[in-house]
């Protein structure tokens, strides 16, 4: 009863900034957290960054302190913000939602992928 809608990937330059966006729409009652999973070719996906409900948040230790994820609760909207982009950075990004949005363990709903290339 969730739908997820992605925006914002692209194609940057290496040390440029992109910012992602996702708007839930639907039974958004439901969602505790919400966050971004990323996966490129050949790799495991992984667990970018999360926001509870509450406001806490967790990110993976290779994007700390050049992503910053956000949220506007009057929009139902989730936003990653991307500084200092590199190109290992590159993958398909994957919003999500749900009760648990974890490592181990994501959210029931997911957007459909957008995805994030950059360049050297």
């Known amino acids: 009863q969730v739908q997820l809608v992605e925006s914002g990937g692209g194609l940057v330059q290496a040390g440029g900034s992109l910012r992602l966006s996702c708007a839930a729409s639907?039974?958004?009652?439901?969602?505790?957290?919400m966050g971004w999973y990323r996966q490129a070719p050949g790799k495991q996906r992984e667990l970018v960054a999360a926001?509870?409900?509450?406001?806490?948040?967790n990110y993976a230790d290779s994007v700390k302190g050049r992503f910053t994820i956000s949220r506007d609760n009057a929009k139902n909207t989730v936003y990653l913000q991307m500084n200092s982009l590199k190109p290992e950075d590159t993958a398909v990004y994957y919003c999500?939602?749900?009760?648990?949005?974890?490592?181990?363990?994501?959210?029931?709903?997911w957007g459909q992928g957008t995805q994030v290339t950059v360049s050297s």
């Open positions: 999500n939602a749900g009760a648990l949005v974890r490592v181990e363990a994501a959210g029931d709903y």
């Open positions: 926001i509870t409900n509450g406001g806490r948040t």
């Open positions: 639907g039974s958004t009652f439901s969602i505790r957290a």
